[in-house]
């Protein structure tokens, strides 16, 4: 919700509403004086009104189960199975929509860039730009043994931890989610930071502007 207005996922749609403000019931009349002169006795009220009614401002159809939609500048963002789509704010019209792997179930948008985390624990960045360029952080990291990391050592010890997914911030060469994966058998794993300039759209703007003015 962003003020008076409403975002929605579900149905098989995606939509957009407003909130109307309920309307005012006409004034009581003034009750009359007593006779005996002493004050009369206050109207009842059976509680507040209603809270108002909902607008449909647009509705699309969206094929793919949604799982997540953020409202950035003038963009929709919704996060669904397998794709990535951005809507118009104002119409509905989708402005530019890319593939995933797994179910976006979380987004977010920074310095113009949209990142999508997926549940199969990949994390994807998409930069405006009107072709595809993959981009990396570095050379590959030399394989490293949890042996030979103190610190992978010492994680692995406290957290006894066999399987999953962990996270690192500030992941730096990568030799630390090395040793963490090198010393389980089903190792655990760091999320690849990679960034996709998407393709541009065929009827509107190439670029995903999330941080346009709304």
């Given at each position: 919700m962003?003020?008076?207005?409403?975002?929605a996922i579900g149905g098989g749609k995606v939509?957009?509403?407003?909130?109307?403000?309920?309307?005012?019931?006409?004034?009581?009349?003034?009750?009359?004086?007593?006779?005996d002169g002493k004050a009369p006795?206050?109207?009842?009220?059976?509680?507040?009104?209603?809270?108002?009614?909902?607008?449909?401002?647009?509705?699309?159809?969206?094929?793919?189960?949604a799982f997540q939609v953020i409202v950035?500048?003038?963009?929709?963002?919704?996060?669904?199975e397998n794709i990535v789509t951005i809507f118009d704010r104002r119409s509905?019209?989708?402005?530019w929509s890319a593939?995933?792997?797994?179910?976006?179930?979380?987004?977010?948008?920074v310095d113009g860039r949209l990142v999508a985390g997926t549940h199969t624990?990949?994390?994807?960045?998409?930069?405006?730009?009107?072709?595809?360029?993959?981009?990396?952080?570095?050379?590959?990291?030399?394989?490293?043994k949890a042996s030979a990391d103190p610190l992978a050592r010492t994680i692995l010890d406290q957290t006894k931890v066999s399987a999953g997914f962990c996270m690192i911030q500030?992941?730096?060469?990568?030799?630390?989610?090395?040793a963490l994966a090198a010393g389980r058998t089903c190792g655990s794993t760091a999320p690849t930071r990679t960034a996709t300039r998407p393709p541009p759209p065929e009827k509107s703007s190439p670029r995903p502007d999330c941080m346009e003015p709304g």
């Amino acid at each position: 919700m962003d003020g008076t207005g409403i975002y929605a996922i579900g149905g098989g749609k995606v939509g957009a509403y407003e909130l109307l403000p309920p309307k005012q019931p006409p004034a009581a009349p003034a009750a009359p004086a007593a006779a005996d002169g002493k004050a009369p006795a206050k109207a009842r009220s059976d509680g507040p009104g209603p809270l108002g009614s909902i607008k449909t401002v647009w509705e699309v159809p969206f094929e793919n189960k949604a799982f997540q939609v953020i409202v950035a500048g003038s963009s929709v963002v919704v996060g669904g199975e397998n794709i990535v789509t951005i809507f118009d704010r104002r119409s509905g019209e989708i402005r530019w929509s890319a593939k995933v792997d797994g179910e976006a179930r979380a987004l977010a948008v920074v310095d113009g860039r949209l990142v999508a985390g997926t549940h199969t624990g990949k994390i994807i960045c998409f930069a405006p730009g009107e072709a595809p360029v993959a981009r990396t952080t570095g050379p590959a990291p030399a394989p490293a043994k949890a042996s030979a990391d103190p610190l992978a050592r010492t994680i692995l010890d406290q957290t006894k931890v066999s399987a999953g997914f962990c996270m690192i911030q500030g992941v730096g060469d990568g030799k630390l989610a090395l040793a963490l994966a090198a010393g389980r058998t089903c190792g655990s794993t760091a999320p690849t930071r990679t960034a996709t300039r998407p393709p541009p759209p065929e009827k509107s703007s190439p670029r995903p502007d999330c941080m346009e003015p709304g």
